[in-house]
């Protein structure tokens, strides 16, 4: 199970830190994502991070605001998020693909992913 947490409602500019927790696996085995949904929008990835030489990859539009990291010891990924903008606005929901990994797969899919948490909601106003 992957478990996110850490959204919330915060002004433009300001700063979140998401949490993706996995219980009942080792994390460290998979490449994780963060993705995220705004309302009416389809689903679209945000970030990733490998499991083996922890290679990250951003979209355009967090480059520089976004920092994916991950902490085997605590089998957790986290996205710090700074200089939020409203476009960032939306639910964030971490996932792991069961038998892929970023040599083989579109990190940005949403259909490269096998396993997803809940999602946490992130609401940024102007």
């Known amino acids: 199970e992957l478990v996110e947490s850490g959204g919330g409602l915060v002004q433009a500019g300001g700063s979140l830190r998401l949490s993706c927790v996995a219980s009942?696996?080792?994390?460290?085995?998979?490449?994780v994502g963060w993705l995220r949904q705004a309302p009416g929008k389809e689903r679209e990835g945000v970030s990733c991070?490998?499991?083996?030489?922890?290679?990250?990859y951003y979209r355009d539009s967090v480059k520089g605001r976004f920092t994916i990291s991950r902490d085997n010891d605590k089998n957790t990924v986290y996205l710090q998020m700074n200089s939020l903008k409203p476009e960032d606005t939306g639910v964030y929901y971490c996932a792991a693909p069961a038998f892929k990994d970023l040599d083989n797969m579109n990190y940005a899919d949403p259909k490269s992913y096998d396993m997803w948490g809940q999602g946490t909601q992130v609401i940024v106003s102007s």
């Open positions: 991070i490998g499991h083996s030489d922890g290679r990250t």
């Open positions: 009942g696996f080792n994390l460290d085995i998979y490449d």
